[in-house]
């Protein structure tokens, strides 16, 4: 759970920056994204076609052969991207807008989680994954397709569920540190009237071994 939260957190951190570099670079943020996808396209690419050489003279299995198609696709793909940078900006707000929609599905489930444990913080945790919900939607549909300003728009609704994502989690990682607690403070308490009846049946047991000692003495 722990490493759920500090993604979470480092996720939130990245939007943030993606959102401020749209806002007020948007145009070379996106010429920088898409060359940085293009290269790791095309590395993943070449990997593949330098795996297949290396292996083909060692295996002959037909598996293999599929690393020549995928390496010759992806690096003709990280070509294009790179070839055409302002092509990425139309795809950017539909995986952001899928990846939004996800995460704030979770924190609604987390929500009604906390409603049903009567704790609540559940409303706030709604509000925000509703909100979520929204930028990530608005994102993928994209209303403002054509507009001259449609990076710097995405960029703000990027920082908005930034914001609110990082607060989301903030709120989640206070709740199990509570429940944590609870846990931990019920698992002292057992152990401690565990301790309690041990401690009173050893009395017991000791005052039976005594009579039995008397009576082999009287007998």
């Known amino acids: 759970m722990k490493n759920l939260l500090k993604s979470s957190i480092v996720t939130s951190i990245l939007l943030l920056i993606l959102g401020i570099l749209l806002v007020f670079e948007s145009e070379a943020t996106i010429y920088t994204i898409s060359y940085i996808v293009g290269a790791i396209l095309i590395c993943a690419g070449a990997y593949a076609l330098i795996r297949f050489f290396t292996n083909s003279k060692k295996t002959t299995n037909s598996i293999m052969g599929l690393d020549v198609l995928y390496g010759i696709v ?31 599905a979770n924190k609604i489930q987390y929500a009604f989680s906390l409603k049903n444990g009567d704790n609540d913080l559940w409303k706030t945790t709604m509000v925000i994954s509703v909100v979520g919900t929204i930028c990530g939607v608005v994102l993928l549909f994209n209303p403002f ?13 990027i ?31 057992e152990a401690d009237i565990v ?18 000692t008397n009576n082999k003495k009287d007998s």
Not at 76 to 103: C, D, E, F, T, Y
Not at 145 to 157: E, K, N, Q
């Open 74 to 104: 992806t690096i003709i793909l990280g070509g294009l991207i790179i070839k055409n940078p302002g092509a990425i900006g139309s795809l950017l707000p539909i995986v952001l807008g899928i990846a939004i929609i996800v995460s704030s």
């Open 145 to 157: 397709a054509g507009a001259v300003l449609i990076m710097r728009i995405v960029g703000i609704f």
């Open 159 to 189: 920082i908005i569920y930034a914001i609110l994502d990082a607060v989301s989690t903030f709120i989640i990682k206070k709740n199990v540190e509570e429940f944590r607690n609870v846990i931990s403070s019920a698992k002292v308490e």
């Open 195 to 212: 301790e309690e009846k041990e401690t009173k049946e050893k009395p017991k047991k000791s005052k039976k071994t005594t009579k039995k």
